[in-house]
Protein backbone atom coordinates (compact mmCIF):
# COMPACT_ATOMS: atom_id res chain seq x y z
CA UNK A 1 0.00 0.00 0.00
CA UNK A 2 1.23 3.12 -0.10
CA UNK A 3 2.79 5.38 2.70
CA UNK A 4 0.80 7.74 4.43
CA UNK A 5 3.50 10.25 4.75
CA UNK A 6 3.56 10.29 0.86
CA UNK A 7 0.36 10.74 0.28
CA UNK A 8 0.13 13.72 2.57
CA UNK A 9 3.42 15.41 1.01
CA UNK A 10 2.42 15.03 -2.55
CA UNK A 11 -0.99 15.38 -2.51
CA UNK A 12 -0.99 16.44 -6.28
CA UNK A 13 0.67 14.17 -7.95
CA UNK A 14 -0.69 11.08 -5.94
CA UNK A 15 -3.75 12.72 -7.80
CA UNK A 16 -2.34 12.92 -11.16
CA UNK A 17 -0.87 9.60 -11.13
CA UNK A 18 -4.18 7.62 -10.16
CA UNK A 19 -5.68 9.40 -12.74
CA UNK A 20 -3.68 7.80 -15.48
CA UNK A 21 -5.37 4.49 -13.75
CA UNK A 22 -8.40 6.17 -14.14
CA UNK A 23 -9.18 5.40 -10.28
CA UNK A 24 -13.07 6.16 -10.08
CA UNK A 25 -12.74 7.65 -5.76
CA UNK A 26 -9.61 10.25 -5.59
CA UNK A 27 -11.96 11.68 -2.55
CA UNK A 28 -10.45 9.13 -0.96
CA UNK A 29 -6.84 11.28 -1.01
CA UNK A 30 -8.30 14.07 1.13
CA UNK A 31 -10.02 11.73 3.64
CA UNK A 32 -6.90 9.90 3.98
CA UNK A 33 -5.34 13.28 4.65
CA UNK A 34 -7.65 14.59 7.06
CA UNK A 35 -8.08 11.55 9.21
CA UNK A 36 -4.04 11.43 9.25
CA UNK A 37 -4.41 14.98 10.59
CA UNK A 38 -6.62 13.84 13.73
CA UNK A 39 -4.30 10.82 14.70
CA UNK A 40 -1.27 13.10 14.53
CA UNK A 41 -3.14 15.71 16.95
CA UNK A 42 -4.70 12.70 18.41
CA UNK A 43 -1.15 11.32 19.05
CA UNK A 44 0.27 14.64 20.52
CA UNK A 45 -2.29 14.62 22.70
CA UNK A 46 -1.72 11.61 23.85
CA UNK A 47 2.13 11.79 24.07
CA UNK A 48 1.28 15.15 26.40
CA UNK A 49 -1.07 13.87 28.41
CA UNK A 50 1.10 10.82 29.31
CA UNK A 51 4.52 12.75 29.86
CA UNK A 52 2.45 14.91 32.64
CA UNK A 53 1.16 11.81 34.01
CA UNK A 54 4.98 9.94 33.93
CA UNK A 55 5.93 12.80 35.36
CA UNK A 56 3.49 13.51 38.19
CA UNK A 57 3.80 9.54 39.30
CA UNK A 58 7.56 10.18 39.85
CA UNK A 59 6.78 13.18 41.66
CA UNK A 60 4.46 11.49 43.49
CA UNK A 61 7.16 8.32 44.11
CA UNK A 62 9.51 11.03 45.33
CA UNK A 63 7.22 12.77 47.48
CA UNK A 64 5.93 9.65 49.25
CA UNK A 65 10.03 8.46 49.78
CA UNK A 66 10.55 11.80 51.59
CA UNK A 67 7.53 11.56 53.80
CA UNK A 68 5.47 14.54 52.08
CA UNK A 69 2.68 11.99 52.29
CA UNK A 70 -0.01 15.06 52.00
CA UNK A 71 1.70 16.83 49.22
CA UNK A 72 1.62 13.67 47.03
CA UNK A 73 -2.35 13.14 47.82
CA UNK A 74 -2.79 16.61 46.61
CA UNK A 75 -0.95 15.89 43.57
CA UNK A 76 -3.00 12.55 42.50
CA UNK A 77 -6.16 13.82 43.05
CA UNK A 78 -5.11 16.96 40.71
CA UNK A 79 -3.79 14.47 38.42
CA UNK A 80 -6.90 11.86 38.53
CA UNK A 81 -8.30 12.19 35.11
CA UNK A 82 -5.41 11.30 33.35
CA UNK A 83 -5.81 7.51 33.20
CA UNK A 84 -9.51 8.35 31.77
CA UNK A 85 -7.91 11.26 28.99
CA UNK A 86 -5.37 8.50 28.37
CA UNK A 87 -7.43 5.59 27.50
CA UNK A 88 -9.91 7.88 25.80
CA UNK A 89 -7.62 9.23 23.72
CA UNK A 90 -5.98 5.64 23.07
CA UNK A 91 -9.42 4.30 22.07
CA UNK A 92 -9.98 7.63 19.62
CA UNK A 93 -6.18 6.67 17.90
CA UNK A 94 -6.88 3.37 17.39
CA UNK A 95 -9.96 4.00 15.89
CA UNK A 96 -8.43 6.68 13.38
CA UNK A 97 -5.55 4.42 12.65
CA UNK A 98 -8.46 1.73 11.60
CA UNK A 99 -10.34 3.66 9.45
CA UNK A 100 -7.31 5.21 8.13
CA UNK A 101 -5.95 1.68 7.25
CA UNK A 102 -9.33 0.66 5.55
CA UNK A 103 -9.14 3.58 3.30
CA UNK A 104 -5.52 3.81 2.36
CA UNK A 105 -5.74 0.11 1.19
CA UNK A 106 -8.58 1.24 -1.32
CA UNK A 107 -5.68 3.25 -3.81
CA UNK A 108 -3.92 0.80 -6.03
CA UNK A 109 -0.05 1.58 -6.39
CA UNK A 110 0.85 4.66 -8.27
CA UNK A 111 2.17 4.18 -12.03
CA UNK A 112 5.14 4.87 -12.81
CA UNK A 113 5.91 7.68 -15.38
CA UNK A 114 5.97 5.55 -18.04
CA UNK A 115 2.46 4.25 -17.88
CA UNK A 116 0.43 5.85 -20.20
CA UNK A 117 -3.23 7.00 -19.83
CA UNK A 118 -5.26 4.40 -21.29
CA UNK A 119 -8.59 2.01 -19.83
CA UNK A 120 -8.87 -1.26 -22.02
CA UNK A 121 -6.33 -4.16 -23.25
CA UNK A 122 -6.23 -1.84 -26.49
CA UNK A 123 -4.52 0.93 -25.39
CA UNK A 124 -1.42 -0.88 -23.97
CA UNK A 125 1.72 0.08 -25.74
CA UNK A 126 3.53 -2.45 -27.48
CA UNK A 127 7.04 -1.86 -27.34
CA UNK A 128 8.80 -4.69 -29.64
CA UNK A 129 7.55 -7.64 -31.86
CA UNK A 130 9.94 -10.64 -32.30
CA UNK A 131 9.63 -13.00 -35.26
CA UNK A 132 7.11 -13.50 -38.07
CA UNK A 133 3.97 -15.38 -37.73
CA UNK A 134 4.27 -19.48 -38.44
CA UNK A 135 2.45 -20.75 -41.67
CA UNK A 136 0.22 -23.43 -40.42
CA UNK A 137 -0.63 -26.06 -42.99
CA UNK A 138 -4.43 -25.27 -44.82
CA UNK A 139 -6.23 -27.74 -42.06
CA UNK A 140 -4.76 -26.16 -39.12
CA UNK A 141 -6.80 -26.54 -36.00
CA UNK A 142 -7.00 -25.18 -32.80
CA UNK A 143 -5.05 -26.14 -29.39
CA UNK A 144 -8.22 -28.16 -28.09
CA UNK A 145 -8.38 -29.71 -30.93
CA UNK A 146 -5.20 -30.99 -31.60
CA UNK A 147 -6.06 -32.36 -27.37
CA UNK A 148 -8.84 -34.34 -28.20
CA UNK A 149 -6.91 -35.82 -31.51
CA UNK A 150 -3.97 -37.14 -30.37
CA UNK A 151 -5.19 -37.68 -26.76
CA UNK A 152 -3.29 -35.69 -24.96
CA UNK A 153 -5.44 -33.28 -22.69
CA UNK A 154 -9.31 -34.22 -21.69
CA UNK A 155 -10.88 -31.40 -20.74
CA UNK A 156 -14.17 -33.67 -20.50
CA UNK A 157 -12.68 -35.76 -17.74
CA UNK A 158 -11.70 -32.67 -15.82
CA UNK A 159 -15.43 -31.53 -15.97
CA UNK A 160 -16.61 -34.82 -14.42
CA UNK A 161 -13.80 -35.15 -11.93
CA UNK A 162 -14.02 -31.50 -10.27
CA UNK A 163 -15.50 -28.86 -13.15
CA UNK A 164 -14.73 -26.85 -16.13
CA UNK A 165 -11.29 -25.44 -15.83
CA UNK A 166 -9.48 -28.36 -14.80
CA UNK A 167 -7.95 -30.51 -17.82
CA UNK A 168 -6.26 -34.06 -17.64
CA UNK A 169 -2.72 -34.29 -19.13
CA UNK A 170 -2.76 -37.69 -20.70
CA UNK A 171 0.53 -39.69 -21.93
CA UNK A 172 2.52 -36.91 -24.24
CA UNK A 173 0.55 -34.20 -22.79
CA UNK A 174 1.60 -34.70 -19.11
CA UNK A 175 5.02 -35.02 -20.20
CA UNK A 176 5.48 -31.96 -22.24
CA UNK A 177 3.79 -30.63 -19.12
CA UNK A 178 6.73 -32.02 -16.87
CA UNK A 179 9.17 -31.01 -19.38
CA UNK A 180 8.56 -27.38 -19.57
CA UNK A 181 8.22 -26.82 -15.74
CA UNK A 182 11.82 -28.56 -16.15
CA UNK A 183 12.77 -26.32 -18.47
CA UNK A 184 11.81 -23.32 -16.97
CA UNK A 185 13.20 -23.75 -13.63
CA UNK A 186 16.69 -24.56 -14.88
CA UNK A 187 16.91 -22.17 -16.96
CA UNK A 188 15.71 -19.56 -13.85
CA UNK A 189 18.59 -21.72 -11.23
CA UNK A 190 20.93 -20.79 -14.39
CA UNK A 191 20.29 -17.08 -14.32
CA UNK A 192 20.69 -16.93 -10.73
CA UNK A 193 17.62 -17.44 -9.45
CA UNK A 194 17.30 -19.66 -6.31
CA UNK A 195 14.47 -22.37 -6.52
CA UNK A 196 12.20 -22.40 -3.52
CA UNK A 197 9.35 -25.41 -2.63
CA UNK A 198 6.75 -23.20 -0.97
CA UNK A 199 3.17 -23.93 0.24
CA UNK A 200 0.00 -23.88 -1.86
CA UNK A 201 -1.93 -22.38 0.85
CA UNK A 202 -1.76 -19.28 2.51
CA UNK A 203 -3.35 -17.10 5.44
CA UNK A 204 -4.95 -14.07 5.34
CA UNK A 205 -1.98 -12.11 6.09
CA UNK A 206 0.31 -12.99 3.18
CA UNK A 207 -2.63 -12.76 0.62
CA UNK A 208 -3.08 -8.94 2.27
CA UNK A 209 0.95 -8.67 1.85
CA UNK A 210 1.59 -9.03 -1.83
CA UNK A 211 -2.00 -7.03 -2.63
CA UNK A 212 -3.94 -10.00 -2.78
CA UNK A 213 -6.92 -9.58 -0.05
CA UNK A 214 -8.68 -7.19 0.08
CA UNK A 215 -8.53 -6.65 -3.83
CA UNK A 216 -9.16 -9.66 -5.20
CA UNK A 217 -10.57 -12.14 -2.61
CA UNK A 218 -13.24 -12.80 -5.20
CA UNK A 219 -10.74 -14.42 -7.60
CA UNK A 220 -9.56 -16.72 -5.15
CA UNK A 221 -10.52 -20.56 -3.50
CA UNK A 222 -11.06 -20.27 -0.20
CA UNK A 223 -10.49 -22.79 2.19
CA UNK A 224 -12.80 -21.37 5.25
CA UNK A 225 -13.23 -23.99 7.83
CA UNK A 226 -8.92 -23.14 8.22
CA UNK A 227 -9.41 -19.83 6.77
CA UNK A 228 -6.62 -20.33 4.04
CA UNK A 229 -6.43 -19.26 0.62
CA UNK A 230 -5.29 -21.58 -2.60
CA UNK A 231 -2.24 -19.47 -4.22
CA UNK A 232 -3.27 -17.80 -7.69
CA UNK A 233 0.79 -17.73 -8.23
CA UNK A 234 3.81 -18.80 -6.25
CA UNK A 235 4.24 -14.94 -6.16
CA UNK A 236 2.13 -14.60 -2.93
CA UNK A 237 4.27 -17.40 -0.80
CA UNK A 238 7.65 -16.64 -2.06
CA UNK A 239 7.37 -12.92 -1.68
CA UNK A 240 6.33 -13.60 1.93
CA UNK A 241 9.32 -15.39 3.35
CA UNK A 242 10.16 -12.25 3.57
CA UNK A 243 7.24 -10.49 5.46
CA UNK A 244 8.60 -8.75 8.61
CA UNK A 245 12.24 -9.18 7.67
CA UNK A 246 14.83 -6.70 7.59
CA UNK A 247 17.13 -8.11 4.77
CA UNK A 248 21.41 -6.52 4.36
CA UNK A 249 21.68 -4.09 1.44
CA UNK A 250 24.97 -6.41 0.76
CA UNK A 251 22.58 -9.35 -0.44
CA UNK A 252 20.49 -7.68 -2.55
CA UNK A 253 19.40 -8.27 -5.08
CA UNK A 254 17.64 -11.71 -3.70
CA UNK A 255 16.16 -13.95 -6.45
CA UNK A 256 13.87 -16.65 -6.36
CA UNK A 257 12.01 -18.94 -8.34
CA UNK A 258 9.44 -21.57 -7.76
CA UNK A 259 7.02 -23.85 -8.99
CA UNK A 260 3.70 -24.69 -8.24
CA UNK A 261 0.16 -25.02 -9.60
CA UNK A 262 -1.90 -21.88 -9.63
CA UNK A 263 -5.58 -21.40 -8.51
CA UNK A 264 -7.99 -18.88 -9.79
CA UNK A 265 -11.55 -18.92 -9.98
CA UNK A 266 -11.76 -16.58 -12.94
CA UNK A 267 -15.67 -14.98 -11.94
CA UNK A 268 -17.02 -14.04 -14.85
CA UNK A 269 -14.81 -15.30 -17.59
CA UNK A 270 -17.05 -16.87 -20.48
CA UNK A 271 -16.93 -17.21 -23.91
CA UNK A 272 -15.29 -18.24 -26.89
CA UNK A 273 -11.63 -16.78 -25.76
CA UNK A 274 -11.30 -18.75 -22.70
CA UNK A 275 -11.83 -22.02 -24.76
CA UNK A 276 -9.73 -24.87 -23.59
CA UNK A 277 -6.60 -23.78 -22.11
CA UNK A 278 -6.63 -20.20 -22.78
CA UNK A 279 -8.40 -19.52 -19.15
CA UNK A 280 -8.02 -22.56 -16.54
CA UNK A 281 -9.10 -22.18 -12.86
CA UNK A 282 -5.60 -24.75 -12.05
CA UNK A 283 -2.82 -24.26 -13.95
CA UNK A 284 0.93 -25.09 -13.97
CA UNK A 285 3.53 -21.85 -13.63
CA UNK A 286 7.00 -21.29 -13.21
CA UNK A 287 7.26 -17.77 -10.84
CA UNK A 288 10.98 -15.10 -10.22
CA UNK A 289 11.06 -13.14 -7.96
CA UNK A 290 12.92 -10.38 -7.02
CA UNK A 291 13.57 -7.91 -4.04
CA UNK A 292 16.06 -4.81 -4.71
CA UNK A 293 17.16 -1.79 -3.95
CA UNK A 294 14.93 0.76 -4.93
CA UNK A 295 17.43 2.60 -7.22
CA UNK A 296 18.37 -0.26 -9.25
CA UNK A 297 14.28 -1.71 -9.22
CA UNK A 298 13.34 -0.77 -12.97
CA UNK A 299 16.88 -1.75 -14.30
CA UNK A 300 15.47 -5.11 -12.90
CA UNK A 301 12.37 -4.68 -14.41
CA UNK A 302 14.12 -4.47 -17.73
CA UNK A 303 16.38 -7.55 -16.55
CA UNK A 304 13.89 -9.79 -16.08
CA UNK A 305 11.22 -8.76 -19.68
CA UNK A 306 14.76 -9.65 -21.48
CA UNK A 307 15.12 -13.14 -19.56
CA UNK A 308 11.24 -14.42 -19.97
CA UNK A 309 11.65 -12.93 -23.96
CA UNK A 310 15.02 -15.52 -23.90
CA UNK A 311 12.63 -18.12 -22.94
CA UNK A 312 10.33 -17.42 -25.55
CA UNK A 313 12.41 -17.08 -28.30
CA UNK A 314 14.46 -20.23 -27.22
CA UNK A 315 10.68 -21.84 -27.78
CA UNK A 316 10.84 -20.48 -31.40
CA UNK A 317 7.70 -18.33 -30.53
CA UNK A 318 6.88 -15.52 -32.15
CA UNK A 319 6.16 -12.90 -29.55
CA UNK A 320 5.34 -9.31 -28.59
CA UNK A 321 5.94 -7.24 -25.43
CA UNK A 322 3.16 -4.85 -24.44
CA UNK A 323 3.53 -1.84 -21.70
CA UNK A 324 0.20 -1.85 -19.76
CA UNK A 325 -1.96 1.67 -20.01
CA UNK A 326 -2.73 2.73 -16.34
CA UNK A 327 -6.27 1.41 -17.23
CA UNK A 328 -5.06 -2.29 -17.39
CA UNK A 329 -2.65 -2.53 -15.30
CA UNK A 330 -2.69 -4.67 -12.07
CA UNK A 331 -3.88 -2.80 -8.47
CA UNK A 332 -0.86 -3.64 -6.77
CA UNK A 333 1.43 -2.61 -10.04
CA UNK A 334 3.39 1.01 -10.65
CA UNK A 335 4.77 -0.91 -14.52
CA UNK A 336 4.21 -4.04 -15.80
CA UNK A 337 5.17 -5.35 -19.45
CA UNK A 338 2.78 -8.52 -20.91
CA UNK A 339 4.09 -10.89 -22.92
CA UNK A 340 2.18 -12.32 -25.70
CA UNK A 341 2.47 -15.45 -27.71
CA UNK A 342 0.85 -15.34 -31.56
CA UNK A 343 -1.64 -18.03 -32.15
CA UNK A 344 -1.66 -18.73 -35.54
CA UNK A 345 -4.45 -21.52 -35.30
CA UNK A 346 -7.03 -19.02 -33.24
CA UNK A 347 -5.21 -15.83 -34.95
CA UNK A 348 -4.49 -13.87 -31.62
CA UNK A 349 -2.45 -12.74 -28.96
CA UNK A 350 -2.49 -15.17 -25.87
CA UNK A 351 -0.85 -12.93 -22.93
CA UNK A 352 1.39 -16.06 -21.59
CA UNK A 353 3.65 -13.52 -19.06
CA UNK A 354 3.46 -10.18 -16.84
CA UNK A 355 6.41 -8.96 -15.81
CA UNK A 356 5.50 -6.74 -12.64
CA UNK A 357 7.70 -3.61 -10.93
CA UNK A 358 5.35 -3.24 -7.61
CA UNK A 359 8.22 -0.45 -5.87
CA UNK A 360 6.91 -0.60 -2.00
CA UNK A 361 3.67 -0.61 -2.62
CA UNK A 362 4.13 -4.33 -1.10
CA UNK A 363 7.34 -4.35 1.04
CA UNK A 364 4.90 -1.50 2.96
CA UNK A 365 2.41 -4.01 3.58
CA UNK A 366 4.89 -6.95 3.93
CA UNK A 367 7.41 -4.10 6.46
CA UNK A 368 10.15 -6.21 3.96
CA UNK A 369 13.37 -3.11 4.66
CA UNK A 370 16.80 -2.99 3.98
CA UNK A 371 19.52 -1.82 6.19
CA UNK A 372 22.17 0.32 4.34
CA UNK A 373 25.87 1.24 5.50
CA UNK A 374 23.85 4.06 7.48
CA UNK A 375 22.15 1.14 9.33
CA UNK A 376 18.87 2.98 8.64
CA UNK A 377 16.12 0.60 7.53
CA UNK A 378 13.63 1.85 4.37
CA UNK A 379 11.93 0.01 2.35
CA UNK A 380 12.92 -2.45 -0.63
CA UNK A 381 11.38 -2.70 -4.02
CA UNK A 382 9.82 -6.33 -5.11
CA UNK A 383 9.03 -7.47 -8.54
CA UNK A 384 8.42 -10.98 -10.01
CA UNK A 385 7.23 -12.19 -13.71
CA UNK A 386 5.99 -15.55 -15.12
CA UNK A 387 8.54 -17.30 -16.48
CA UNK A 388 6.65 -18.98 -17.70
CA UNK A 389 2.63 -19.60 -17.44
CA UNK A 390 1.93 -23.17 -18.88
CA UNK A 391 -1.48 -23.54 -20.35
CA UNK A 392 -0.96 -20.70 -23.16
CA UNK A 393 2.75 -22.19 -23.64
CA UNK A 394 1.30 -25.33 -23.98
CA UNK A 395 -1.75 -24.34 -26.30
CA UNK A 396 1.26 -22.10 -28.75
CA UNK A 397 3.54 -24.96 -29.18
CA UNK A 398 0.56 -27.41 -30.01
CA UNK A 399 -0.96 -24.56 -32.85
CA UNK A 400 2.43 -23.17 -34.03
CA UNK A 401 3.78 -26.38 -34.55
CA UNK A 402 1.51 -28.55 -35.80
CA UNK A 403 2.55 -30.79 -38.95
CA UNK A 404 0.51 -32.76 -41.71
CA UNK A 405 1.94 -36.00 -39.61
CA UNK A 406 2.12 -34.47 -36.21
CA UNK A 407 3.04 -31.60 -33.59
CA UNK A 408 6.80 -30.70 -33.61
CA UNK A 409 8.49 -30.50 -30.47
CA UNK A 410 10.30 -27.50 -30.30
CA UNK A 411 14.21 -28.88 -30.78
CA UNK A 412 14.64 -27.04 -27.05
CA UNK A 413 12.43 -29.10 -25.01
CA UNK A 414 13.41 -32.62 -26.94
CA UNK A 415 15.87 -33.34 -24.12
CA UNK A 416 13.43 -32.93 -21.15
CA UNK A 417 10.57 -34.49 -23.29
CA UNK A 418 12.28 -37.84 -24.68
CA UNK A 419 10.32 -37.39 -27.71
CA UNK A 420 10.48 -35.15 -30.52
CA UNK A 421 7.10 -35.28 -32.01
CA UNK A 422 3.56 -35.68 -30.88
CA UNK A 423 1.42 -38.14 -33.43
Known amino acids: MLQVNYIRENREKVLERLSIRNFKQPELVDEIIKIDEDRRSTQTSLDNISAEANAAAKQIGDLMRTGKKEEAEAIKAQTASHKENIKNLSDKLNELETAQHNLIVQLPNLPYHLVKQ ?98 KEGQMYHSTVDDLYLIPTAEVPVTNLYRDVIVKEEDLPIKNT ?134 RIVASILENYQTENGIKIPEALVKYTGFDMID
Not at 340 to 368: D, I
Open 258 to 391: AYTPCFRREAGSYGAHVRGLNRLHQFDKVEVVQITHPDKSYETLEEMSQYVQSLLKELGLHYRVLRLCGGDMGFTSAMTYDMEVWSAAQERWLEVSSVSNFETYQSNRLKLRFKGKEGKAQLAHSLNGSALALP
Open 118 to 215: GSTAEENEVVLTHGEPVQLPSKALPHWELAAKYDIIDFELGVKITGAGFPVYKGKGARLQRALINFFLDHATAAGYKEMQVPHLVNAASGFGTGQLPD
